[in-house]
């Protein structure tokens, strides 16, 4: 039986197949339209949304719990001050109850029509796959920042080694157990599929087509992101070097040899 979006949610915990982790900051006029689009695209899944605030200033809380009313799905959260979209994204990730976290970005230049598709070549890799990472095609950034971003994925990929062509892309699917073993830092999100492979796990890639915001403008800047990236660049390359070897554990059970 297909169910309505509205009727996707259960309470218990392990009971969802996926909790999408919305990060927003002064998004109030873009996470309305944003919400219903993934409702609409996990249509027949059991799943749940939680939107951090990270700190908005624009009635964005307002707007989530307007919405939230009239859609049990939605579990919001607040930053009561700013701290950054990795922070947002590790706050969804503690409080999510679905057995795979699904990122996207909260100004609606994602589409969330790709959600299944990430969730489906998840699944179809087995538990040796651990992230389904979207890459952006025909992104609607200024020309700086299209320089910038390729800039920082060839100097990544070269140094890391991680296969992946697009890192920055808010599109992702990860499974909520390995999500929870990886390293902490500002920034985080950016280097996830070389944090997967630190942990042994696989990461498949799926092609995603970048869409322009409808309202209000871009969080970030370009030069300072660029200057603290380089940083985190050689912080990642650190830990994936100091992990040498991927442990294989069982239980031991029975009797001790006599």
Same mark, same amino acid.
């Given at each position: ?23 927003? *900051?002064?998004?109030?006029?873009? +996470? ?25 200033? %624009? ?9 939230? *009313? ?13 701290? #950054? ?22 100004? #609606? ?8 598709? +990430? ?18 095609? =025909?992104?609607?950034?200024? +020309?700086? *920042? ?21 890192? =920055?892309?808010? +599109? ?13 830092? %500002? ?12 942990? =042994? ?14 309202? #209000?403008?871009? *969080? ?33 059970? =029975?009797?001790?040899?006599?």
């Amino acid at each position: 039986m297909t169910l309505s979006f509205r009727e996707t949610v259960t309470g218990s915990t392990g009971d969802l197949e996926v909790t999408v982790v919305v990060p927003a *900051k002064d998004e109030a006029e873009n +996470l309305p339209i944003l919400l219903d689009e993934i409702g609409t695209a996990l249509t027949g899944r059991r799943f749940e949304v939680i939107v951090v605030d990270d700190g908005s200033s %624009d009635g964005t809380d307002k707007a989530l719990r307007d919405y939230a *009313k009239e859609n049990p799905w939605l579990r919001p959260f607040r930053h009561e001050t700013s701290c #950054g979209q990795s922070c947002a994204v590790r706050t969804g990730v503690l409080n999510a109850r679905g057995d795979v976290v699904a990122t996207i970005d909260g100004d #609606g230049e994602n589409n969330p029509d790709y959600i299944p598709a +990430l969730l489906d070549a998840l699944n179809a890799g087995g538990p040796a796959v651990a992230l389904a990472a979207g890459q952006r095609l =025909g992104r609607k950034a200024s +020309l700086a *920042k299209r320089l910038a971003s390729k800039f920082a994925n060839r100097l990544r990929g070269a140094i890391l080694k991680d296969n992946t062509r697009d890192s =920055g892309c808010g +599109l992702k699917a990860l499974r909520r157990e390995v999500f929870l073993q990886l390293p902490y830092f %500002d920034s985080w999100h950016r280097f996830l599929p070389a944090l997967v492979i630190r942990e =042994g796990y696989g990461v498949v890639h799926i092609d995603v087509q970048d869409r322009q915001r409808r309202h #209000g403008t871009s *969080k970030y800047g370009i030069f300072d992101r660029a200057l603290i990236g380089i940083l985190d660049l050689f912080g990642v390359w650190w830990l994936r070097r100091r992990r040498k070897t991927i442990p294989s554990a069982r239980a031991l059970t =029975g009797a001790p040899d006599a």
